[in-house]
Nanobody, 115 residues
């Protein structure tokens, strides 16, 4: 069983920044895929960014150039640095890792961007 705990959400003004963290309960060194998803109120959950064990990254078009996903293997932590935040970035942000062909999710952290 893999547990994930997200933190770093909060209320921020438009144009501001936040950094989300996701601490994983096991080594992430060999985990193939780690990702941040988000879910706006009344909408489906969507991929925001992902990173592979080799460090390759992928971003949703809506966050390219503003969000950066990274990981620290020594701390078993995945980060999402968010800049130039917009009200449409408001939602719950979830961390996901894929280990042994099983998806593990955190409980999420809430991000609210005011206009």
């Amino acid at each position: 069983q893999v547990q994930l705990v997200e933190s770093g959400g909060g209320l921020v003004q438009g144009g501001g920044s936040l950094r989300l963290s996701c601490v994983v309960s096991r080594s992430i060194f060999s985990i193939n895929t780690m990702a941040w998803y988000r879910q706006a109120p009344g909408k489906q959950r969507e991929l925001a960014a992902s990173i592979t064990s080799g460090g390759s990254t992928n971003y949703a078009e809506s966050v390219k150039g503003r969000f950066t996903i990274s990981k620290d293997n020594a701390k078993n932590t995945v980060y999402l640095q968010m800049k130039s935040l917009k009200p449409e970035d408001t939602g719950a942000y979830y961390c996901k890792v894929v280990a042994g062909n099983i998806d593990y999710w955190g409980k999420g952290t809430l991000v609210t961007v005011s206009s």
